[in-house]
């Protein structure tokens, strides 16, 4: 429809510009017309509508005031031309002749050709806006019939991944109980494996399922007033024990009393999230810091991780399911590939943004933007 819509603005201002034309043309063809009759025929024009003064002349306007008023502004303004060599004074038009060494000046008034031009122009702008609206009517009555099959897959392809999930969830946790009992009577590396897989194959699982609620948007989302930097403390402090363990170093720069409108679960996940996956993919002995702060309105929550894997060219490609900068890195830290696209499609159920800030080799710094408490 865009391009439908400029397509007619362009017609419109063809048309305009040619009527516009159109009456230049006939305008100054008027005024021709009357220099040379004056010429041939000067004794043909009667005292109420021709003015002589210092070889000017002012032929139609009604009366003896009019032209001199006219006169006096063409000759006060100069040669202000709008085309044909003329020049306008409202709805009166002249043009100057040179005529034995002294000037003519001829004016005309134009208003019954000035009217028409613009009631067609109106007209042409009325009928061309009858056809968008026409168009626009039918293309968005079309449009239901022409993206019901594309949207009826995508609701069927959402319903085949949640019922999948739930599908998986049952065998998943059976063949974890018995890899359990087998360990308790017979100790061996493949036990170890396939509780090992299990357990990732669970972890991805229980992220589709989640993945698949955002997408219906049947999570519940509670806005009220909350103290983000009590929540993200909360959230942050058991993660100082997962990074000591590989040898990482934590840091926590969390204003305090940083108040905002969101849902405390969703504010607890998707800091969750982010830590881990900081944790997850900085660079060994390197540093995460969480940071809160506020900025006029707006409340941000920050992760900084040391080590990139991302070209600083495709930082927002981290959102996308399933996207690996560095793949055998990726693998190696345990995750499912879903755990940014779930804190991705939080911060768009709750109207958050979300951006990251890659810089390869260097670092990565993930944003969380939402509304502060007024």
Request: charged share 25%; net charge negative.
């Amino acid at each position: 429809m865009a391009i439908v819509f400029l397509v007619l603005s362009a017609m419109f201002a063809c048309a305009r510009l040619l009527l516009r034309n159109a009456v230049y043309s006939h305008t100054s063809n008027v005024l021709d017309d009357a220099f040379e009759t004056f010429l041939h025929n000067s004794d043909m024009f009667q005292v109420d509508k021709i003015i002589i003064e210092n070889n000017y002349i002012c032929s139609s306007p009604e009366t003896e005031s009019d032209a001199l008023k006219i006169l006096e502004t063409a000759k006060a303004n100069g040669y202000n031309p709008v085309g044909k060599g003329m020049g306008n004074v409202g709805n009166y038009f002249f043009k100057f002749y040179d005529v034995n060494g002294g000037k003519i000046f001829v004016a005309a008034d134009m208003t019954e050709d000035i009217n028409m031009y613009n009631s067609n122009t109106l007209k042409i702008l009325f009928a061309l806006l009858s056809v968008f609206f026409s168009l626009f009517v039918v293309v968005y009555l079309l449009s239901f019939k022409v993206f019901e099959p594309i949207k009826e897959t995508l609701e069927k392809q959402k319903r085949f991944i949640s019922d999948a999930s739930h599908e998986l969830k049952t065998p998943l946790t059976i063949i974890s109980a018995n890899a359990d009992v087998l360990k308790q009577t017979c100790d061996s590396q493949w036990l170890d494996n396939i509780k090992s897989q299990t357990e990732r194959m669970d972890t991805l699982v229980s992220d589709m399922l989640t993945l698949a609620k955002l997408d219906e948007r049947k999570a519940i989302i509670s806005e009220e007033p909350c103290d983000v930097s009590q929540l993200v403390l909360d959230t942050a402090l058991p993660f100082d024990a997962v990074a000591f363990e590989k040898n990482k170093t934590l840091t926590l720069d969390i204003k305090p009393d940083i108040k905002a409108v969101a849902d405390r679960q969703n504010v607890k996940k998707i800091t969750s999230i982010l830590i881990d996956n900081a944790i997850k993919h900085s660079y060994a002995n390197g540093e995460i810091k969480v940071s809160v702060y506020r900025e006029n309105n707006k409340v941000y929550l920050t992760v900084f991780n040391t080590g990139s894997d991302i070209p600083d060219d495709k930082s927002d490609k981290i959102f996308e399911r399933f996207y690996r900068g560095d793949k055998s890195r990726s693998r190696e830290s345990g995750g499912s590939g879903l755990g940014l696209s779930i804190a991705k499609s939080i911060a768009d159920n709750n109207k958050w943004k979300i951006n990251a800030q890659s810089k390869l080799g260097e670092s990565m710094k993930i944003t969380v933007t939402m509304p502060a408490q007024l």
